[in-house]
């Protein structure tokens, strides 16, 4: 009889101490499997068109981000870079009597620019990436460098002269070409700039070219919303075809339809 008392309390005992624990384990695991499931759940499609948007909105800013790196390395790139350069600087500004603003304005640039750390000195790389993604005042910006400004960005200051003129021409068929890229996706300051320019040169030809001018000029009359832009271009088309041959209006006028064909497609 002791013996059967002593059987049914060991297993009691067991029972007690074993199925909670053996319960608990099998509530750790469906939580575990509810967590997933609520995860799971949560992922929906839709998130996944989100996550695209972002990246596509990022593509988007990615340009403006690019334009404004630009410009910061620029202006820091036209300042003293040391003390001793700046207090150098500082002494010749005051032998000459340079203005107290502008000297103001170094100052305020040079402690700027020195909390900066620049990854490159090359602007120039970092504005043909935000023309390339389609913005305009990035062409406008580019269309401003020096020649010597586009040198000292590409440390090309030590070439020969047979060089330095072969990267002049260089530069000036760059601008030419990515202002014609920006143009025919809608660009406007860049159809004025191009209506400009062929006035004086083309790279091309290394002469003005006046019928590239006038298809330019008349292109941004049909698609430029901005009034004084579109006044200006008015103005360039009326000077420049009054002393132009018929014959040279009408080739202006095929290459203006070949414009306005390549702009529809760029807009598709």
């Known amino acids: 009889m002791k013996k059967i008392t002593l059987a049914i309390s060991i297993l009691a005992?067991?029972?007690?101490?074993?199925?909670?624990?053996?319960?608990?384990?099998?509530?750790k695991f469906s939580d575990k499997s509810d967590s997933e499931k609520?995860?799971?759940?949560?992922?929906?499609?839709?998130?996944?068109?989100?996550?695209?948007?972002d990246i596509e909105v990022s593509a988007l800013v990615s340009a403006e981000e690019y334009l404004?790196?630009?410009?910061?390395?620029?202006?820091?790139?036209?300042?003293?870079k040391t003390q001793d350069e700046l207090d150098n600087w500082l002494g010749n500004a005051n032998e000459v009597g340079e203005p107290y603003e502008y000297i103001?304005?170094?100052?305020?640039?040079?402690?700027?620019c020195s909390q900066i750390s620049f990854i490159s000195d090359d602007f120039i790389e970092l504005l043909v990436?935000?023309?390339?993604?389609?913005s305009d005042d990035a062409m406008t910006e580019l269309w401003a460098i020096s020649d010597k400004e586009y040198f000292?960005?590409?440390?090309?200051?030590?070439?020969?002269?047979?060089?330095?003129?072969?990267?002049?021409?260089?530069?000036?068929?760059?601008?030419?070409?990515l202002s014609e890229s920006v143009a025919l996706t809608g660009g406007e300051q860049s159809i004025l700039r191009l209506v400009k320019e062929y006035q004086n040169y083309d790279p091309d030809t290394g002469n003005p070219n006046y019928l590239k001018a006038i298809a330019y000029a008349d292109f941004g009359l049909k698609i430029v919303e901005d009034n004084d832009i579109?006044?200006?271009?008015?103005?360039?088309?009326?000077?420049?075809?009054?002393?132009?041959?018929?014959?040279?209006?009408?080739q202006a006028q095929v290459l203006t339809e070949k414009l306005l064909n390549k702009f529809g497609e760029n807009r598709n």
């Open 13 to 27: 005992l067991v029972v007690f101490y074993f199925i909670p624990k053996e319960h608990s384990e099998i509530e």
């Open 230 to 250: 579109h006044l200006k271009l008015d103005f360039i088309k009326l000077r420049i075809t009054q002393n132009m041959e018929f014959q040279d209006i009408e």
């Open 152 to 177: 000292q960005s590409k440390g090309l200051l030590e070439l020969n002269r047979e060089k330095t003129i072969e990267q002049r021409i260089k530069f000036d068929s760059l601008k030419f070409q």
């Open 129 to 134: 990436k935000a023309i390339k993604l389609g």
């Open 68 to 80: 404004f790196e630009a410009k910061e390395i620029r202006r820091c790139s036209a300042i003293p």
């Open 104 to 112: 103001e304005d170094v100052l305020s640039l040079f402690e700027r």
């Open 38 to 53: 609520v995860v799971s759940k949560g992922l929906k499609p839709k998130e996944k068109s989100t996550i695209e948007t």
